[in-house]
């Protein structure tokens, strides 16, 4: 299971990085203004800022919600960086764009999935990732993990290639569902990936290891 983080946050980033865990970033243009990065050109220097501190994927998002725009939007992230995956919207222009670029061999992230038919259609048009948002599900009583276990049904009677981004994970045990179910790759916050390491016998085990070992010294 890949693990991406989903933040604009360049030190939560780089923490991840560091834990030597990370396999890419996926961002929005929420996350960004979370940052306070605003402005085209400051938003394009931080995706290239953010390529250099990780080594693996860095889906950046395009606004606009028309072909065209897309494609250009698309083409100009894409080529900020070898590690870009253009991000575009589950709507009608998008299925088309991710066409275009899937025919290009230009990555692509197909966001705001939340239905199985929208995560078939994405495959179709050769998305490389398609992101189900599980917690914005959570949020209004539908179960998020649900969609990510029809999700990888229907792709494996396939065999398509796309690859399911768990995304709009809110906690640890969202990760480990996600990983039971066989997603390809989970996107979340530092907060969920940190509390993968958390038990209290661990921490409790280790101060009893580390006491005995000074009262031998
Ligand atoms: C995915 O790529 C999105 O950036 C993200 O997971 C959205 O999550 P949220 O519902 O916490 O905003």
């Known amino acids: 299971m890949k693990f ?20 890419g970033v996926t961002t929005n243009p929420s996350l960004m203004a979370k940052e306070g990065i605003t402005g085209a050109n400051n938003i394009l220097k931080h995706y290239v800022d953010i390529c250099e501190a990780v080594e693996g994927d860095v889906s950046a998002e395009v606004i606009s919600v028309d072909f065209q725009g897309m494609v ?56 490389t990732f398609v992101s189900p948002f599980i917690g914005r599900l959570d949020d209004i009583s539908t179960d998020g993990l649900s969609l990510i276990s029809e999700i990888r049904e229907i792709y494996d009677n396939y065999a398509f290639e796309t690859e399911i981004l768990a995304a709009s994970i809110r906690h640890t045990m969202h990760i480990i569902d996600c990983a039971k179910i066989g997603a390809d790759v989970m996107t979340g916050p530092l907060s969920a990936i940190m509390g993968l390491l958390k038990h209290p016998l661990t921490d409790s085990g280790l101060k009893k290891f580390l006491e005995d070992y000074k009262k031998g010294n």
Not at 4 to 23: C, Y
Not at 73 to 84: D, N, R, T, V, Y
Request: one cysteine or more; hydrophobic letters at 45%.
């Open 72 to 127: 250009k939007e698309g083409e100009q992230l894409a080529s900020l960086h070898p590690q870009i995956v253009v991000k575009i919207p589950m709507i009608k222009d998008g299925i088309k764009a991710l066409k275009y670029f899937s025919d290009l061999n230009i990555k692509t992230n197909c966001t705001l999935i939340f239905s199985v038919g929208q995560a078939l259609l994405a495959a179709k048009a050769g998305a």
């Open 4 to 23: 991406f983080i989903d933040t604009a946050n360049l030190n939560q980033i780089k923490e991840a990085q560091d834990l030597g865990v990370l396999d």
